[in-house]
Nanobody, 127 residues
Framework: QAQLVESGGGSVQAGGSLRLSCAAS????????MGWFRQAPGKEREGVAT????????YYADSVKGRFTISRDNAKNTLYLQMNSLKPEDTAMYYC????????????????????WGQGTQVTVSS
């Protein structure tokens, strides 16, 4: 059964850090492309970071490069997003997603490329 459950969101001041976790069922964790997306009020959902499990390639939005790190723990079937140097513009609902994609599609970080989604976890960054 496909299941993704996010946790780790919260409120933090600008410059702070948070680590998001996404616990996946065995089925969804076996899919070869996993990622984190976010959606701020009044804005479209955007791809923040993705990882192609075939070779471990990672892809990031320009706005988070150097600050966010996506990773996986195979022993725990868990996807992570380490977020450092947080900014008020990072405030959004963050979603974990997964699907089976070719590497180039995984790297595009498009919403349409993912069919399995978690319920989201809220991140609020205050200035």
């Amino acid at each position: 059964q496909a299941q993704l459950v996010e946790s780790g969101g919260g409120s933090v001041q600008a410059g702070g850090s948070l680590r998001l976790s996404c616990a996946a069922s065995s089925y969804t964790y076996a899919l070869n492309c996993m990622g984190w997306f976010r959606q701020a009020p009044g804005k479209e959902r955007e791809g923040v970071a993705t990882i192609f499990t075939g070779d471990g390639s990672t892809y990031y939005a320009d706005s988070v490069k150097g600050r966010f790190t996506i990773s996986r723990d195979n022993a725990k079937n868990t996807l992570y997003l380490q977020m450092n140097s947080l900014k008020p513009e990072d405030t959004a609902m963050y979603y974990c997603a997964a699907d089976r994609n070719i590497r180039s599609m995984c790297g595009l970080r498009t919403v349409a490329g993912f069919g399995y989604w978690g319920q989201g976890t809220q991140v609020t960054v205050s200035s």
